[in-house]
């Protein structure tokens, strides 16, 4: 099992720890993750905001570094991960769309590869038999929420492992793990982290409005796959007066949960700090 | 809440509603104002004109109303709208060709912080190929002479090493950077898309 891994640009900086987790954990799984050489930026909501030409081209330079090495892409970032399904369908579908972006990147590109997100190949490939057999930490009595928001699974033609409105995946893996998942009304509600910039109360709002529910769930945490959902959520708890929930990596869990030494050095660059959350649960 | 065609009394531009069909690859003429975008879209609470309006307002071809409007700007691109919508018209796709027009007519009103958040984050990757955040920070706090909000918090960002000091390196940057000069030379040509 060996992809290309495209880790986007937060996880070279604000998600280091997810970066290092992802390939800790797929190391241990046996998933093979080759980093695409010389990556460039997605372009992001910036690039489809202000150009789809743009857009298609920044995303499209990527999926050609990637069949040039002739491996699926494996991609961390949702919002990368639609950015490069989403070019991808479009040059499938309409063969002008293709040759205006061959022009732009100057590259060859045939769209013969496919885009996958981590938690769909842990999910999916590995397995919830597989990941148990792994367990050795079981996260028990964890109380957690999983948090997908958008670009998993919306839009649904262009993304879609999982469900668009009541998505399991992520729960399912982290029930595996041992933890106790609650169910929520939240689950993909959109943070606003595109916004999180510079209108920062409308991040603040929806924030905390995910993370009432969160509590109101019961869960004493909340966890995702997204850098940006992952900073909002710190960022605009931790400067709020209301819950101040910690914030996991899916992958950060599995580390844990299996065993993995380092996993506690990860969890040391969040804002919001989980130690004595996990300290209480034996973890 | 109130439909917008109540208010109207002026004749709209005729060609606008076919150029934004087109550009969007989106059959907004679909839409039967039934209201589920604007009731599940999450940040509807701060918008100028709600979602179900913007589409109404593209159909009466009220360009300006439209181009000047916070919220094609506001919209995140959450795609609740475009999964629920019983009509299939993917607002978020209307949205971003709303954007590259208003862009291109030079008629931003209300969105210029975003326009130049959105500026400032292509101009980085044109310069280093990937996004270098901590540049990315600073220059928003520049442009924005907003310097004191979230001071403690970038701080803290910055002590618990989640900012990498030195800006990312590519090899092949020139080919990013040329992709961008393409760009250019169709947005120099009027094509805007």
């Known amino acids: 099992m060996k992809y290309a891994y495209y880790p986007g640009c937060s996880l070279e900086a604000t998600a280091g720890e997810y970066d ?3 390939r800790t954990v797929c190391a241990h799984l046996g998933i093979e993750l080759q980093e695409l050489p010389d990556w460039s930026c997605c372009g992001a909501s910036s690039g489809h905001s202000t150009n789809r030409q743009l857009a298609q081209a920044l995303a499209g330079r990527n999926l050609a570094l990637a069949e040039r090495v002739g491996l699926d892409m494996a991609v961390a970032c949702p919002a990368c991960y639609l950015q490069m399904r989403s070019t991808c369908r479009e040059v499938r579908d309409n063969s002008q769309n293709r040759e205006e972006l061959v022009r732009l990147i100057d590259m060859p590109y045939e769209a013969r590869y496919d885009t996958r997100h981590l938690l769909d190949i842990i999910y999916n490939d590995i397995g919830l038999e597989e990941l148990k057999k792994k367990v050795v930490r079981p996260l028990e009595a964890l109380p957690l929420v999983s948090y997908y928001g958008c670009y998993l699974v919306r839009p649904p033609e262009v993304v879609g492992f ?4 009541n998505p399991q995946s992520m729960d399912k893996l982290l029930a595996a793990l041992g933890a106790e998942v609650k169910d929520w009304s939240g689950k993909v509600n959109c943070c606003g982290g595109g916004l999180s910039l510079n209108r920062r109360e409308i991040a603040s709002r ?4 995910i993370s009432e529910m969160a509590c109101r769930a019961g869960a004493q945490a909340m966890v995702t796959a997204c850098p940006l959902c992952h900073s909002n959520l710190e960022m605009r708890q931790a400067d709020g007066k ?4 910690p914030v996991f990596y899916f992958t950060e869990l599995i580390g844990l949960a299996v065993g993995i030494d380092e996993a506690a050095s990860w969890m040391r660059k969040h804002l ?3 130690s004595s959350l996990l300290a209480s649960h034996d973890l | 809440m109130q439909y917008v065609a109540k208010n109207v009394s002026v004749i709209g531009d005729t060609g606008f509603s076919p150029k934004v069909k087109e550009a969007s690859g989106t059959n907004i003429d679909r839409c039967y104002q039934c209201l589920t975008c604007s ?3 999450p940040v509807a609470f701060t918008m100028d004109y709600l979602p179900h309006q913007v589409v109404r307002l593209v159909q009466l071809g009220l360009r300006r109303k439209v181009l000047t409007s916070d919220a ?3 919209c995140a691109n959450c795609e609740t709208c475009a999964t629920r919508c019983p009509k299939d018209v993917a607002i978020p796709r209307v949205m971003d060709t709303l954007r590259a027009m208003a862009l291109q007519e030079k008629v931003v009103e209300k969105g210029k912080d975003i326009v130049v958040f959105h500026h400032t984050f292509l101009s980085n990757i044109r310069r280093w190929g990937r996004q270098y955040e901590l540049s990315l920070l600073l220059q928003i706090k520049f442009k924005t002479r907003d310097f004191f909000s979230d001071l403690g918090l970038g701080l803290r960002i910055l002590w618990q090493g989640k900012l990498k000091l030195r800006p990312p390196r590519l090899k092949d940057v020139t080919g990013v950077r040329a992709i961008f000069r393409r760009i250019d030379q169709s947005l120099a040509r009027g094509e805007w898309t």
Request: charged share 30%.
């Open chain 1, 20 to 22: 290092r987790s992802v």
């Open chain 1, 162 to 165: 999982d469900d668009s409105e």
């Open chain 1, 206 to 209: 929806l924030v905390a409005e």
């Open chain 1, 242 to 245: 209301q819950n101040k929930l």
């Open chain 1, 272 to 274: 919001i700090s989980p």
């Open chain 2, 39 to 41: 009731l599940d879209c």
């Open chain 2, 72 to 74: 094609i700007w506001i």
